[in-house]
């Protein structure tokens, strides 16, 4: 009975220890960005964003806050990346001044799943 129930538990363990999708991790996420998270930059002409994979047509957002603030930073329109699918960015209309930014971002996952994260940086005043 001792080894029913023993191996009953090895298998539940083995079970919670293999990952769902054979080993791959397919889950839709942002992979990295410039600016990176938490640093301080110049002014950028852009902000763009990597995906672990290409979201669904249509449904990335990027928005430009500024720190204590509503209102988005006038930008261009979300663009894809022409030679890869997984990189979208914002052209800023102009220069940013020097303080805090957030960036706030939505996108949909091929499996239809909708992650939504923001992170923010620092333009260096001169």
């Known amino acids: 009975m001792k080894r029913m129930i023993s191996l009953g538990v090895l298998f539940a363990v ?8 054979g080993g791959a991790d397919l889950h839709f996420a942002l992979s990295k960005s410039a600016p990176e998270k938490d640093t301080s930059v110049d002014s950028p002409a852009e902000v763009r964003l ?3 994979e290409a979201p669904e047509d249509g449904t990335t957002s990027i928005r430009l806050v500024p720190g204590g603030g509503d209102e988005a930073v006038a930008t261009g ?27 706030a971002w939505r996108a949909m996952g091929q499996d239809g799943h909708v992650v939504r994260g923001d992170f923010g940086f620092e333009v260096a005043g001169r």
């Open 14 to 21: 083995l079970m919670l220890a293999v990952p769902e999708h």
């Open 50 to 52: 990597w995906f672990t």
């Open 77 to 103: 329109d979300v663009s894809q990346d022409p030679d890869d699918g997984r990189v979208f960015f914002i052209e800023l209309d102009g220069a940013l001044g020097a303080g805090q930014y957030t960036v």
